[in-house]
């Protein structure tokens, strides 16, 4: 079946613009994860949501940064008024849990440069 | 603060040995630990998981072997291949946390 699709696979925007990057979970996931790979500080969470319940926001970086989930499908991560240190690879993970396995399957990324 | 690390950063073998990858942990209070392998400019792919219960996973040439008291974790590739060149990262999560936390990575490159 499909995997965790994301788009667009990359960005570059000026500083001081808002981005939205989008994420396809796997049909039936019910939980889906926002990572952040960086050079300079590996890979980090951001957000995690659980089919209704209220995301766990707890590793977003600063308020600029926001997500949602529509339908308890497809999400999407919007950073405002970008600045250089937010350029990134945004990763994409959804996962059955809670359920048999909590593996995360991975998307290919949105790689995220702000000039 | 729950933190992985993995030794060594780089590494580079001939084809056809078997080595070993290390990742440590500082809070073994986890519920699992997974590897991923990451090649260059995709996502991650799962390789193993083990749960906090279990000594180890085998998969084909891969084994993953956790011992939570020490806070390690080793994977271990038998007969490398130059396709097993990738970067391959850990990670754990830990009880009453959905997250993953990553290690820094270790980058895996098998000469023909």
């Known amino acids: 079946g499909a995997g965790v699709s994301q788009s667009p696979s990359n960005k570059v925007t000026e500083k001081g613009k808002d981005v939205e990057l989008r994420c396809d979970p796997i049909?039936?996931?019910?939980?889906l994860y926002w990572y952040r790979q960086s050079l300079g500080q590996g890979l980090e969470f951001l957000i995690y949501?659980?089919?209704?319940?209220?995301?766990?926001k707890s590793g977003l970086p600063s308020d600029r940064f926001s997500a949602e989930r529509t339908g308890g499908s497809v999400s999407t991560l919007t950073i405002q008024r970008t600045q250089q240190e937010d350029s990134a690879v945004y990763l994409c993970?959804?996962?059955?849990?809670?359920?048999?396995?909590?593996?995360?399957?991975f998307g290919p990324g949105t790689r995220l440069t702000v000039l | 603060k729950q933190e992985v690390t993995q030794i060594p950063a780089a590494l580079s073998v001939p084809e056809g040995e078997n080595l070993v990858l290390n990742c440590s942990f500082t809070?073994?209070?986890?519920?699992?630990l997974q590897w991923f392998r990451q090649d260059p400019g995709k996502g991650l792919t799962s390789l193993l998981l083990?749960?906090?219960?279990?000594r180890e996973q085998t998969s084909g040439r891969l084994n993953a072997s956790l011992d939570k008291s020490s806070g390690r974790s080793t994977l271990y590739i038998a007969a490398s291949q130059p396709g097993d060149s990738a970067t391959y990262l850990c990670?754990?999560?830990?009880?009453?946390?959905?997250?993953?936390?990553f290690g820094t990575g270790t980058r895996l490159t098998i000469i023909p």
């Open positions: 809070d073994s209070a986890i519920y699992n």
């Open positions: 993970a959804s996962s059955l849990w809670p359920g048999p396995t909590d593996t995360q399957y």
């Open positions: 083990i749960q906090s219960s279990q």
């Open positions: 049909s039936g996931h019910t939980a």
């Open positions: 990670a754990v999560r830990d009880f009453g946390n959905e997250k993953l936390t």
């Open positions: 949501f659980q089919g209704n319940s209220a995301p766990d």
